[in-house]
Structures are given as C-alpha cells and as structure tokens.
C-alpha cells in the first residue's frame, strides 16, 4: 500500500450518517473477511482512518493503538462507538495516547475526532496488552475481542459433555477458538472437519490450537459459505451483532446448517434458554430432540 498516494482507512461498520467514510478506504476489521490487517502496516502507512471502536475495553484500546501506531503524523482519525458501548469512555483513552479530541454526540454514539501527534504515548503497552497470547488456564490460545476469548463459554461447555460421538464429514460453525472442534475430533470416526467463523483473530487462534490433517480452516460468514453434503454440525451460534441482540442471526446459523448438511446428516446445537429457536429448528429438519437443559442453556440434536 504504501506506494499509493493517498491511503484511507475504515475499521469496522461506521454508521455513514455519522462519519463520513473516504471513497476506497481499505477495510481493516478482523469481522470482515478477506479485509486487511492493521498489524501488517507499517508505521505512518494510513493518511486517515474512520473507525467504530470496539465494545470491549481491551480490544478498543489495542485498536486504537494500531490506528494512532498506523497513521501518519498529523492525520486525521475519527473514532466513534455507543455510548453504552465503550463511547462514553473514547474521548479519555485518546486523551491517554496524547491526542487533541474533539468529541461530540449524536444518535447515542459518541465521535471522537482527532489527529495522530507527533509523539503518541502508551501505545506499546495497549498493544501489548491486547495481542494473541496461551491462556494458561484453558491451553488455548486466544486474543482479546474474540467471543469469550479468556475463558469456556458455559454453553459450549455443556455441548461439550453432551456431544455423542461424530463420524464423516462435518464443520463446527462460528469455532472461535476452536474449543468445540477439538472435542469433536476426539471421535476417531471423523474423516474431515471444517471450521468457520467470521473473526480473523478466532481462525488465526484456531489455527494454533489444532494441529490435525483432517482440519481446514475458513475465514468466512457462514451465512455464506458454500459447504454441503456434511454428515454433522456443531455449533454455539451467535446471537450479537455489534453489540446487541439479534435472534435473527443465530436463526440464519440454522437453516445453513440444515442447508448444508446430507439427508439424514444432524446438528449439534446449544443455545441460551430465552432464544426462540424451536421454530426455526422444526421448520428446517425432520426431527428435533431436546438433549439436555442445564445451566441456562438448551443443547438439541437435529436431523435433516
């Protein structure tokens, strides 16, 4: 990039009522696939970036820190995000990198407009502090910003205890880290793994996590993958986008799965108790069994 003359950035989903977003700004989400990287640019790469900071604190001050490390001096960021969500807390963290903010409100977000200084401080030790590293507790590795990136989610774990033994061809939808993969493949019978999900920073862990030749690894939305004729899913489908609640998502997840499965092939679900997904579920395959309901969560096993 960095023989082009102008270089713009956008990081993320800006609403465009509120930030203006520069024609043929390269994208640098880790939610969008097939996007850059902030971390592969070098220093002073970008000429300006719009970005939608992250919810969490830890991943929205590492996000930060590559945007301000990326930036040439004096170059334009605007940084923006909800109130409830991390905004009412952008106008401190850019003040602690040594920017000038002009910060204003509309529509329940915050936008923060700034320019990278000359000498920006603390932006080893936010980077630091949001990289990949082991979980020593859990023998995984993972990143901040990942879906429960420092521990088990409960629902994945009771999958887990629950899972009857796989055979064939089949995906782990939305892997994260690739928990739920690894007890998958514990079943000698499987012959070919699949793992998805739309994080960059999930797949790249993943990909440290498991080392087995029947795996392949797909930065990718899996409402648009094309896998079919699969004998099994698993999967702990998300019911977030950007930050709030969308039952529509994890509905979505389903019908790909039965989509994507062989007549007679089944899901492995789990989901929080209050989602409404047995209508979805009956609607896609032939025969649905609730197997457990434990702890919050539902765990069912569906056959196409």
């Known amino acids: 990039m960095t023989d082009q003359a102008d270089h713009q950035g956008i990081y993320g989903t800006p609403p465009v009522e ?26 002073g790469a970008l000429d300006g970036l719009v970005m939608l900071a992250p919810p969490g604190t830890g991943e929205r001050r590492y996000a930060l820190a590559q945007a301000l490390r990326v930036l040439a001096p004096g170059a334009p960021l605007t940084a923006l995000a909800p109130k409830d969500k991390g905004g009412s807390r952008l106008r401190k963290e850019l003040e602690a990198f ?7 409100s509309k529509r329940h977000h915050r936008i923060c407009v700034t320019s990278r200084p000359n000498e920006p401080v603390g932006l080893l030790e936010a980077i630091a502090a949001g990289v990949p590293r082991i979980i020593e ?11 429960s990136w420092d521990r088990i989610d409960p629902g994945s774990a009771l999958l887990a205890r629950h899972l009857a ?6 995906a782990d939808f939305g892997c994260g880290v690739g928990y739920l993969a690894r007890v998958a493949l514990a079943s000698p019978g499987v012959e070919h793994l699949s793992l998805v999900d739309i994080d960059r920073r999930a797949i790249e862990a993943a990909r440290r996590n498991i ?16 896998l079919e004729g699969l004998d099994f899913v698993v999967m702990n489908p998300p019911f977030h986008d950007g930050g709030a609640e969308d039952r529509a998502l994890g509905q979505a997840f389903i019908r ?5 499965l ?6 492995w679900l789990v989901a929080n108790r209050h989602l409404p997904y047995e209508a979805e579920l009956n609607q896609a395959f032939a025969r649905v069994t609730l197997k457990v ?5 539902k765990v069912y096993e569906a056959r196409r």
């Open 18 to 43: 509120l930030a203006l977003r520069q024609p043929g700004a390269a994208q640098f989400s880790p939610l969008a696939p097939g996007s850059a990287a902030l971390e592969d640019l070098a220093p």
């Open 165 to 170: 033994h796989l055979a064939g061809r089949g």
């Open 256 to 260: 790909r799965a039965a989509q994507a």
């Open 293 to 297: 309901e434990a702890d919050g969560y």
């Open 137 to 147: 507790t859990l023998g995984l590795w993972s990143q901040p910003g990942v879906f």
């Open 211 to 226: 080392i087995d030749p029947r795996v392949n690894f797909s930065w990718a939305d899996v409402r648009a993958s094309d």
């Open 98 to 104: 040594g920017c000038e903010v002009f910060e204003a």
């Open 262 to 267: 062989r007549k007679g092939g089944t899901c």
